[in-house]
């Protein structure tokens, strides 16, 4: 079965320490993965995706395909960075086709 | 460019009522997708067409709910006969398909059922 699991539905830290929201995957084939983030009052957005390898607001995500894991990392977590972040996965790798979503986790930083 | 539009915003209908969800893609895309979103849950993938063509409604539920895009106009997302489990918020999602898994999103339709 395809699945996506956060299993943390709130994380609350302190401003300047290190952040990791977790995010597992099952999935048979070899499915590209993804990080959304909801900022207050504004709608979904891409934050990152594991083909482009790159790091996007200081957040760092690495696929490890033997622990089936897309964790997303920040070493030095911002107040702005409060939002919901939903981690998916695509079974059609580059060909369009429907997210499978995690259930979401709230990430609060506090000053 | 402004983005994936999805009207109305709010909308509330009595248990028996229709209920019809508009989303215009985002310039240039011609992939939709329809997401739900129960309270405290993720989202949940209903439906995917292309123009005038559905591709994949693996998500949708088998009664009442129904989605097309036409050749012109936005894609429709209609309830029939609504039921207060299906308050909730509705997304809808544009690609330019081929060459590309990434979504943009509109910012979602509540609706309530009363």
């Known amino acids: 079965a395809q699945r996506v699991t956060q299993p943390e539905k709130l994380l609350s830290v302190f401003k300047g320490a290190p952040v990791e929201l977790k995010c597992n995957y099952s999935?048979?084939?070899?499915?590209?993965l993804f990080w959304y983030v909801q900022y207050s009052r504004q709608r979904l957005q891409l934050l990152l995706r594991?083909?482009s390898r790159e790091s996007i607001k200081g957040f760092t995500a690495d696929l490890n395909k033997g622990e089936t894991s897309f964790h997303l990392k920040k070493p030095f977590a911002q107040e702005e960075d409060s939002a919901m972040y939903y981690c998916?996965?695509?079974?059609?790798?580059?060909?369009?086709?429907?997210?499978?979503f995690g259930q979401g986790t709230e990430l609060s930083v506090k000053p | 460019n402004a983005g994936v539009m999805q009207n109305p915003r709010h909308l509330v209908r009595r248990r028996g009522q229709e209920a019809r969800l508009r989303c215009s893609p985002m310039?240039?895309?011609?992939?939709v997708y329809w997401y739900r979103q129960l309270p405290e849950e993720g989202l949940k993938f209903m439906v995917y067409?292309?123009?005038?063509?559905?591709?994949?409604e693996s998500g949708m539920p088998k009664e009442r709910f129904s989605a097309e895009f036409p050749k012109e106009g936005p894609s429709i997302l209609r309830i029939q006969q609504v039921v207060r489990g299906d308050s909730a918020a509705y997304f809808c999602?544009?690609?330019?398909?081929?060459?590309?898994?990434?979504?943009?999103f509109g910012p979602g339709t509540r609706l309530t059922v009363l």
């Open positions: 998916a996965l695509s079974p059609s790798y580059n060909q369009g086709g429907k997210l499978i």
């Open positions: 999935y048979s084939g070899s499915p590209e």
């Open positions: 067409l292309q123009k005038e063509n559905i591709i994949d």
């Open positions: 594991h083909i």
């Open positions: 310039k240039g895309h011609s992939h």
């Open positions: 999602a544009s690609s330019p398909g081929q060459g590309t898994s990434e979504q943009f």
